[in-house]
């Protein structure tokens, strides 16, 4: 599979995304909730730490802090990432996708999800450890190493909540078919990242031109600018984040069940 279809590919998958999310626009609510969730118990524990004089208090407190933001971080945006693929698979079986039934399926995978969160805090650290160990080889072996890491378990939590596997297996089994569509998992990247990126260009223009039109001389102006303007960009990113849980979804079909959803049946995977 060549670079140029592999591009094709990806910018057919998102294409094939957008159909998804135009037909059920309310998918957005998991990348939405997952994001606010994320920045309310970050928020709260860095808040707390500083505020309870812990911040320097040396490395120990540091990284037990990052250890605990990582796996709530990582926790929360699994967890919704998991209602987002549970639901857009329903969508392919012509089913109606509902954030009820999505965040009631991630509930159900919920240890599965902690274990997960768990184990790439752990990793986290240890490659934000890594980076801090020297200047330049340690930053260059933590890029490697995170790079291998993300291309491990690019399809973990879709494995999590369709197969019944275990807290080693998920990996292994994830890694598995990464090998099986890597130029697949590349394109859906690339191509919803161009999308995304297009998206987020929209909203700086957005931004931009109301930035132009409304005067920011006084604090209702300027409030205005930034909700319209922030609020353009925030979409584009949200969008962006759901097109990549609903391409993954696809893909990860592809790979387990050899059928390509209907709404992505102009898709030339060219695997098989």
């Not at 590919?9 to 995304?17: H, K």
Request: cysteine-free; proline content about 3%; overall charge negative.
């Amino acid at each position: 599979m060549g670079i140029l279809h592999r591009l094709r590919v990806g910018l057919s998958l998102a294409r094939g995304s957008l159909t998804v999310l135009r037909d059920h626009p309310h998918l957005l609510w998991f990348p939405a909730i997952g994001a606010v969730a994320g920045l309310v118990f970050v928020g709260t524990l860095l808040g707390s730490v500083f505020l309870a004089g812990f911040a320097d208090d040396g490395s120990v407190v540091l990284y037990a802090t990052l250890f605990v933001v990582y796996v709530g971080s990582t926790f929360l945006a699994a967890f919704t990432t998991a209602g987002l693929m549970h639901e857009t698979n329903r969508s392919f079986h012509d089913e109606t996708p509902s954030l009820r039934g999505g965040l009631a399926a991630a509930w159900d995978h919920k240890w599965q999800l902690l274990a997960w969160a768990v184990i790439a805090a752990v990793v986290g650290v240890l490659i934000r450890a890594v980076e801090e160990s020297s200047e330049l080889a340690g930053q260059v072996l933590a890029l490697v190493f995170s790079l291998a890491w993300g291309v491990l378990t690019y399809f973990v939590v879709p494995v999590i909540v369709f197969e019944d596997r275990s807290v080693t297996g998920m990996f292994t089994r994830s890694g598995g078919i990464v090998r099986d569509v890597w130029g697949e998992s590349l394109g859906a990247e690339t191509g919803i990242g161009i999308v995304t990126v297009l998206l987020a260009l929209v909203g700086v223009a957005v931004a931009a031109v109301t930035f132009l039109l409304v005067p920011t001389g006084s604090a209702l102006g300027l409030l205005t600018v930034l909700v319209v303007g922030g609020g353009a960009i925030l979409l584009a990113v949200l969008v962006g984040e759901t097109l990549s849980g609903i391409a993954k979804t696809a893909v990860y079909v592809y790979a387990t069940a050899d059928e390509r959803p209907p709404q992505f049946a102009h898709v030339d995977f060219g695997r098989r």
